[in-house]
């Protein structure tokens, strides 16, 4: 079983700044994508960021410049800067990680349950 363990959410003001964490635990393959969707009240899940095993990333044009993505292979962890945050920044973040696993070579997403960002107007 996957799990994925998201902390660092929490309550700014206008262009303060957290650190998203998450922290897979279980049976991880290489090759796999990880990266962070939010989603809303009244809209639709949205990507955020992803990065693949290689360290090649994917942002939202409404976060590119102000966020950036991260990883560390060894601990099986993604990491989420956000800086300059704004009041349309806030949303329940959600971990993912997307993989390939054996033997079927299925493609399955595994998600957290989502830590909350809350940017006061």
């Known amino acids: 079983q996957v799990q994925l363990a998201e902390s660092g959410g929490g309550l700014v003001q206008p262009g303060g700044s957290l650190r998203l964490s998450c922290v897979a635990s279980?049976?991880?393959?290489?090759?796999?994508?990880m990266g962070w969707y939010r989603q809303a009240p009244g809209k639709q899940r949205e990507l955020v960021a992803t990065?693949?095993?290689?360290?090649?990333?994917d942002y939202a044009d409404s976060v590119k410049g102000r966020f950036t993505i991260s990883r560390d292979i060894v601990q099986l962890a993604v990491y989420l800067q956000m800086n300059n945050l704004r009041t349309e920044d806030t949303a329940l973040y959600y971990c993912?990680?997307?993989?390939?696993?054996?033997?079927?070579?299925?493609?399955?997403?595994?998600w957290g349950q989502g830590t909350q960002v809350t940017v006061l107007s």
């Open positions: 993912n990680l997307n993989q390939v696993t054996p033997p079927l070579r299925e493609r399955t997403d595994v």
């Open positions: 279980g049976s991880i393959f290489s090759g796999n994508r």
């Open positions: 990065i693949s095993f290689e360290g090649n990333t």
